[in-house]
């Protein structure tokens, strides 16, 4: 897993990566991602709780946005509690979708917040390694995130849980960008 997130996230940042944009039914990605990861939910006995509405497309690489998700969703479920949730909302807000990642773990300490999407950084490295995880996944979503003329960002308080914005530009289909 390691040898392919460090080889996945040099052809990243190289911009050797291809996106091909389609038209996307996000809730329907969000329940595909929840399907993948339910057996990790129930062993964690965390609620995965699909709010992005019917109609919220966005215009996206699918594969790319699913990794994105899952990687999100994967650590929301991680590093949650037992009866804990992991909520995923979208909303538009002018020319930006974003979707949201929210989950009622411990949190994370405000001298973390800033380097949480470099490589290999680990708030609590212990519980990492336990958990298995290479320390690359945030860094991938950041980068990929990017590469579709996007941001991600993180907004937590530690003991509440945390939430992670994917801000994706709002764009019409059949799209052209170079990257």
Do not use: W
């Given at each position: 897993n390691l040898v392919n997130d460090i080889s996945e996230l040099s052809l990243i940042e190289s911009g050797a990566?291809?996106?091909h944009f389609d038209r996307l039914l996000l809730r329907s990605l969000v329940n595909e991602v929840f399907t993948g990861l339910a057996p990790r939910s129930q062993q964690q006995q965390v609620q995965l709780h699909n709010e992005v509405s019917e109609e919220m497309h966005v215009v996206a690489d699918r594969r790319r946005l699913e990794q994105i998700l899952t990687?999100?969703?994967d650590?929301?479920?991680?590093?949650n509690k037992p009866q804990g949730e992991v909520v995923v909302s979208a909303a538009t807000k002018d020319d930006v979708i974003e979707i949201n990642v929210r989950d009622t773990g411990v949190g994370i300490a405000p001298e973390h917040l800033s380097r949480v999407f470099e490589r290999f950084?680990?708030?609590d490295?212990?519980?990492?390694?336990?958990l298995g995880?290479?320390?690359l996944g945030l860094a991938i979503v950041k980068h990929l995130t990017r590469a579709h003329g996007g941001d991600a960002?993180?907004?937590?308080?530690?003991?509440q849980g945390c939430e992670f914005i994917?801000?994706?530009p709002k764009r019409n289909f059949p799209v052209t960008v170079s990257l």
């Amino acid at each position: 897993n390691l040898v392919n997130d460090i080889s996945e996230l040099s052809l990243i940042e190289s911009g050797a990566v291809q996106l091909h944009f389609d038209r996307l039914l996000l809730r329907s990605l969000v329940n595909e991602v929840f399907t993948g990861l339910a057996p990790r939910s129930q062993q964690q006995q965390v609620q995965l709780h699909n709010e992005v509405s019917e109609e919220m497309h966005v215009v996206a690489d699918r594969r790319r946005l699913e990794q994105i998700l899952t990687n999100l969703v994967d650590n929301a479920i991680k590093f949650n509690k037992p009866q804990g949730e992991v909520v995923v909302s979208a909303a538009t807000k002018d020319d930006v979708i974003e979707i949201n990642v929210r989950d009622t773990g411990v949190g994370i300490a405000p001298e973390h917040l800033s380097r949480v999407f470099e490589r290999f950084y680990r708030v609590d490295k212990a519980r990492s390694r336990e958990l298995g995880g290479t320390g690359l996944g945030l860094a991938i979503v950041k980068h990929l995130t990017r590469a579709h003329g996007g941001d991600a960002e993180l907004r937590s308080e530690y003991g509440q849980g945390c939430e992670f914005i994917i801000k994706l530009p709002k764009r019409n289909f059949p799209v052209t960008v170079s990257l």
